[in-house]
């Protein structure tokens, strides 16, 4: 029966929802950080991942490494390091804790990989790697390019597009490598070792795209700096984008911001050849148009000076518009010959438009991105797979579903959990949780296990 009554009080939150909101909040005001402290409390289960603690004098706060992250990591910190790490802010809804996601993880101070950055910069600065006078010229027109970087990352598709659009008559030849990873070093010095004994490019682009420090460290590796120095071919470093600079840039014989730049400065522009061409056929014609007046002002000159005799004027006249008509037939040869000239460079031209490149390189992309959505959906449905195994592994061993099974906690006021009958006495008052809710009772009375 409806008494009238209607409940003033404002809406309460959920746990749930209230977790829910506090994510989102702490996500949304810290992008990332760059937290420094020292690491307390590390553990490896067997699922990959690393938890741990960082903290100062006064605090602590909780960090998950997850096994995606951590694989990158050279060497697992130790208990007590002093570390700095970035990652994302973010709370664990299902127990509210506060916590960092960590995406990398350094010693603090100058960083490792900073450190053995500088120290091998200065290794090889000291052997002469860097200087000037050991880097060898580039060629003005190259017959040949090759280019070291990935198949199929963006690096190889901006070299092209600059190409095709500069020069497409110019021959590319890729030397695929890996550009990432703990492979990618020996994959590197591979594909130019490759490319050196290949013999046909006589200039060569070692690069990708840009990425974070860790991304680009196969091109700070030793190994790939003395590959580089010791490949004779003209070497064009183009790693990144224009604020990334690593060993290989210092060792190359060139260095390009990114590697559209370098396709741009190897490249001659077909437009500047269009220009010279017009050029040459503009003097050219300027050439013949004042050698026919020189011609015609000697014919006026010599015509003045004839004597009278009829016979020899008549000879001298005739040989004059012999010369003219031979002048003008082999003017009329020398421009046809140009215009076939000029005629067959523009078929040349119009045979090596970049059209049909782009139209391959569409399809080209059109099918990965076919492979890309395939993959992409058969790893979601995957994952989806793997949520739903560790969610059902997960109930099997939640304590929600032993309080299911009729068991219960039993906390003290305090809320600490009663695990001996002896830690009680009679007065004492207990909260009990059950499968759904809470039990608050008074202890009445307190017996062991044996009695």
């Known amino acids: 029966m409806d008494s009238g009554f209607q409940d003033s009080r404002p809406r309460a939150l959920s746990v749930s929802e209230l977790n829910h909101q506090a994510r989102h909040l702490l996500e949304a005001s810290f992008m990332q950080v760059w937290v420094e402290g020292e690491l307390s409390g590390f553990s490896r289960p067997s699922s990959g991942h690393w938890y741990f603690s960082l903290k100062d004098r006064k605090c602590q706060i909780r960090c998950a490494m997850f096994r995606g992250f951590n694989q990158r990591v050279k060497e697992i910190p130790k208990e007590g390091e002093q570390v700095r790490i970035r990652g994302k802010v973010t709370l664990y809804e299902n127990r509210g804790d506060f916590q960092i ?151 190359a014989d060139l260095r390009a911001p990114t590697p559209s730049a370098a396709a741009e400065k190897i490249s001659p522009d077909q437009q500047d050849w269009l220009r010279q061409l017009r050029e040459r056929e503009r003097r050219l014609a300027g050439a013949a148009s004042r050698a026919l007046k020189r011609m015609g002002t000697q014919l006026e000159h010599l015509s003045a000076r004839l004597r009278d005799p009829r016979r020899e004027l008549m000879e001298k006249a005739q040989r004059m518009d012999d010369l003219d008509l031979r002048l003008g037939k082999a003017m009329r040869q020398r421009i046809e010959r140009e215009n076939v000239r000029t005629e067959h460079l523009g078929q040349r031209l119009r045979m090596q438009s970049p059209a049909k490149r782009l139209n391959d390189n569409r399809r080209s992309v059109s099918q990965l991105s076919e492979r890309l959505a395939r993959v992409a959906r058969q790893s979601v449905v995957q994952r989806q797979e793997r949520l739903e195994h560790l969610a059902q592994t997960l109930h099997v061993v939640s304590p929600l579903a032993t309080l299911g099974r009729g068991y219960a906690i039993v906390q003290q006021e305090n809320g600490n959990i009663v695990r001996q009958a002896s830690e009680l006495v009679p007065g004492d008052r207990i909260t009990a949780r059950v499968a759904s809710g809470h039990l608050e009772a008074n202890v009445t009375a307190v017996k062991s296990g044996n009695q």
């Open 101 to 251: 996601i960590v995406e990398h993880v350094e010693p603090a101070g100058l960083g490792a990989l900073q450190q053995a950055y500088e120290e091998l910069k200065r290794k090889l600065q000291m052997e002469g790697l860097f200087d000037a006078a050991r880097k060898k010229p580039l060629p003005s027109t190259p017959r040949h390019i090759g280019v070291v970087t990935s198949p199929t990352g963006a690096a190889i598709h901006d070299i092209l597009t600059v190409l095709a659009r500069r020069c497409p008559a110019i021959p590319v030849t890729l030397y695929p490598t890996a550009v990432q990873g703990q492979a990618a070093t020996s994959d590197i010095v591979r594909a130019i070792d490759r490319a050196a004994r290949h013999g046909v490019a006589d200039v060569l682009i070692i690069g990708r795209g840009g990425g974070s420090l860790e991304d680009l460290w196969c091109f700070n590796e030793e190994a790939v700096a003395r590959a580089i120095a010791a490949c004779p071919l003209p070497t064009v470093s183009a790693v990144g984008h224009e604020v990334d600079v690593t060993i290989a840039d210092f060792v």
